[in-house]
């Protein structure tokens, strides 16, 4: 039996399996970057605009090893390829995990990509966003806790362009500081959390917050490290405050 003839079906049915990505390289022939995957009886291979619906990746490193989920796009019988798309299997699947999310079905995601002020998590191979504010009750960086292959369990917060998720269980930063330890003058380390036209929240510990006004220079965003210098602090006995600016930019 030929390879056309035994995935006939599942190709008209879009039927939907899963491999390992056993290894990425550059195919000259295709002019493209691929994932190839386990399997013994041909070549099993995802051209990078088959890879993602969602994500445009930088590196396919993080593939090698993992499980995907994929359809079968056509048969190449001479060279024994198979070329397949987990692009396509990710809306398929989007359409049955979307429904129970909506419904509040708590589901758990593995973290694919950490950035500075969220992490991509998937959920059957479903990419969504899981931001530092929704996944700690302090903003603490999701990469300072969790590393690419962890597991957390999500809901859904809101359905945009692309699924955003919270943490069922925030996650609460155990390093609690005075506030009578912050003094004027100090410069300390911290990590903006909100930037706003008319200023830019620090968290500098994990209950203590302080405001100040943009810098001048350098590019601000959420998750951005800093060195800040305290100006002034506020107790007055019923709310604490401090206030600020931002010395420079870490990362």
């Known amino acids: ?38 399997h013994s009886e041909a070549r099993f291979i995802i051209k990078r605009e088959q890879i993602d619906s969602e994500m445009e990746w930088k590196s396919l490193i993080n593939f090698v090893g993992r499980e995907v989920q994929y359809i079968i796009l056509s048969v190449d019988e001479e060279t024994k390829t198979v070329f397949a798309s987990r692009k396509e299997a990710q809306l398929i ?8 999310l909506q419904e509040g079905e708590v589901m ?29 009750e302090d903003h603490t960086a999701i990469g300072d806790v969790l590393t690419i292959g962890d597991t957390v369990n999500v809901k859904l917060k809101k359905l945009s ?13 155990p390093t609690i500081f005075d506030f009578d330890l ?7 380390f911290g990590t903006v959390v909100t930037v706003q036209p008319w200023g830019v929240f620090v968290r ?24 800040f210098r305290i100006t ?18 870490i990362g």
């Open 1 to 38: 039996m030929t390879l056309t003839k035994k995935y006939e079906n599942a190709i008209n049915n879009k039927e939907v399996f899963k491999g390992i990505v056993h290894m990425i390289y550059f195919d000259e022939d295709l002019q493209s970057d691929v994932l190839l995957l386990d």
């Open 93 to 100: 699947t989007r359409e049955t995990i979307i429904p129970r």
């Open 108 to 136: 758990p995601a593995k973290v694919v990509n950490i950035l500075r002020y969220a992490a991509f998590v998937e959920i059957q191979g479903v990419t969504g966003l899981l931001k530092n504010k929704d996944f700690a």
């Open 161 to 173: 362009s692309r699924l955003i998720f919270e943490s069922v269980e925030k996650y609460k930063n």
């Open 182 to 188: 912050y003094k004027r003058n100090q410069v300390v």
């Open 204 to 227: 500098l510990a994990g209950n203590i917050d302080a405001l100040c006004s943009l810098p001048g220079t350098g590019e601000l965003e959420e998750g951005s490290r800093v060195r």
């Open 232 to 249: 002034k602090v506020f107790n007055d006995g019923e709310q604490n405050r401090i206030r600020g600016k931002i010395v420079d930019i």
